[in-house]
């Protein structure tokens, strides 16, 4: 099971942007709360994000296992906007 550390909210329109995902864990529970795909990127506080980055179907959730040395997810859509949740923490 999934053991939740952090969350948040990135906002996710045609311009990249960003949210910082603290604390503890080498896992991202991630979840489209919206019908948009969106485009994801795992960095530090200098990562954007490209249409061609990792896909995020509308209406998905799923866990990803990240490196130690992440602190920032970013996002972007092709067109419109979307809800990212995050979750930062430990299982799946």
Known sequence: A???G????LPVSTTTGRV???GIGTNLRLAN???VECFLA????????AISDFSMP???????????????????TAATTATLRISRGEGG
């Open 2 to 4: 999934f053991s939740p």
């Open 58 to 76: 509308g209406n998905t959730e799923m866990v990803v296992t990240i490196a130690g040395t992440v602190t920032h997810v970013a996002g972007i």
């Open 42 to 49: 795992f960095g530090d506080s200098t990562v954007t994000a």
């Open 33 to 35: 709360v919206t019908a």
């Open 20 to 22: 910082a995902v603290t």
């Open 6 to 9: 952090f969350n948040t909210t």
